[in-house]
């Protein structure tokens, strides 16, 4: 590691020296490249491609932020970054933090405001959650952004565990095998979703930003409301986990190991189209 101040991104001034803080970096480092590498987040063509790193002020995007920096800063990362806060116009929200931030960093940004608070809270009838309608909306105020700066893709700070808890969710609520992918293209074609973080632990991501002391901006609108199916699942695997620990790294590992055949899709693999060996074959093998 880099450590001296000269030597490093103003992201990472003041950073602890202590080797356990220096072992966590490493660690979120090398789980984000290897992530980008394993599937090819990175263009190939004549072109410099050009990100929109998407900062909420939460703990996962400030990771994302400084880690996507840190790969950069060491020549890893041959890609231009530009950081967009989107300001929903949720009640109280400190529009100044992450502009002065922004700016001390020296981070290249657009901070973008649009009043989805009100929809969101006009149209979501009383008892039922935010999440959907917020999240559609901003999706789609941050695809028209990227396409307004020329970027190729929209970058996203989830994590690990993120994806773990979409699963379960998937599976108890929608009844389908599926999860936040690591990279996809949006519904018009024109530009990747990434997900550089997607094999980083959200405890990594909390103590990081934590011992950097960013400042951290809580969502009023999602993190307002009780009883939210993700917290629920949330609460499960930290009681699986405090039982038997390691248990939510070995479910992700399961979602990068899938069998078709031993599951039961006709969709994903032709069971109808199973044939057994003929006594005739078998002979023939035997010879």
Same mark, same amino acid.
């Given at each position: 590691?880099?450590?001296?101040?000269?030597?490093?991104?103003?992201?990472?001034?003041?950073?602890?020296?202590?080797?356990?803080?220096?072992? =966590?970096?490493?660690?979120?480092?090398?789980?984000?490249?290897?992530?980008?590498?394993?599937?090819?987040?990175?263009?190939?063509?004549?072109?410099?491609?050009?990100?929109?790193?998407?900062?909420?002020?939460?703990?996962?995007?400030?990771?994302?932020?400084?880690?996507?920096?840190?790969?950069?800063?060491?020549?890893?990362?041959?890609?231009? =970054?530009?950081?967009?806060?989107?300001?929903?116009?949720?009640?109280?929200?400190?529009?100044?933090?992450?502009?002065?931030?922004?700016?001390?960093?020296?981070?290249?940004?657009?901070?973008?405001?649009?009043?989805?608070?009100?929809?969101?809270?006009?149209?979501?009838?009383?008892?039922?959650?935010?999440?959907?309608?917020?999240?559609?909306?901003?999706?789609?105020?941050?695809?028209?952004?990227?396409?307004?700066?020329?970027?190729?893709?929209?970058?996203?700070?989830?994590?690990?565990?993120?994806?773990?808890?979409?699963? @379960? @969710?998937? @599976?108890?609520?929608?009844?389908?095998?599926?999860? @936040?992918?690591?990279?996809?293209?949006?519904?018009?074609?024109?530009?990747?979703?990434?997900?550089?973080?997607?094999?980083?632990?959200?405890?990594?991501?909390?103590?990081?930003?934590?011992?950097?002391?960013?400042?951290?901006?809580?969502?009023?609108?999602?993190?307002?409301?009780?009883?939210?199916?993700?917290?629920?699942?949330?609460?499960?695997?930290?009681?699986?986990?405090?039982?038997?620990?390691?248990?939510?790294?070995?479910?992700?590992?399961?979602?990068?190991?899938?069998?078709?055949?031993?599951?039961?899709?006709?969709?994903?693999?032709?069971?109808?189209?199973?044939?057994?060996?003929?006594?005739?074959?078998?002979?023939?093998?035997?010879?």
């Amino acid at each position: 590691m880099l450590d001296d101040a000269d030597d490093i991104h103003p992201l990472f001034y003041g950073a602890p020296k202590t080797t356990e803080f220096k072992k =966590l970096r490493k660690r979120i480092i090398q789980n984000t490249r290897e992530a980008i590498e394993q599937y090819g987040m990175i263009e190939a063509g004549p072109e410099r491609p050009k990100w929109l790193v998407c900062l909420s002020g939460g703990k996962d995007s400030y990771t994302l932020l400084a880690v996507l920096y840190e790969l950069q800063w060491r020549g890893l990362l041959p890609v231009d =970054l530009l950081a967009c806060n989107l300001d929903q116009g949720q009640p109280n929200f400190p529009a100044t933090v992450l502009p002065k931030f922004l700016e001390d960093m020296g981070v290249p940004h657009r901070i973008e405001y649009e009043d989805t608070y009100s929809i969101v809270v006009d149209k979501v009838p009383a008892g039922r959650t935010f999440c959907a309608l917020c999240s559609r909306l901003r999706r789609g105020n941050l695809y028209r952004i990227a396409r307004e700066e020329g970027c190729s893709a929209v970058v996203l700070g989830h994590h690990r565990d993120d994806i773990l808890e979409t699963f @379960m @969710m998937n @599976m108890f609520h929608g009844s389908r095998l599926a999860t @936040m992918p690591p990279k996809l293209v949006n519904e018009e074609g024109d530009l990747f979703v990434y997900r550089p973080l997607a094999h980083v632990a959200e405890a990594d991501c909390e103590k990081f930003s934590t011992s950097m002391g960013y400042p951290i901006i809580p969502c009023d609108l999602c993190g307002s409301q009780d009883g939210l199916q993700r917290q629920q699942i949330k609460g499960m695997l930290d009681q699986w986990e405090k039982n038997a620990p390691g248990r939510r790294n070995k479910m992700f590992r399961a979602l990068m190991n899938t069998r078709p055949s031993h599951l039961l899709d006709p969709e994903i693999f032709d069971f109808k189209g199973l044939t057994r060996a003929t006594s005739g074959d078998q002979k023939s093998a035997d010879n």
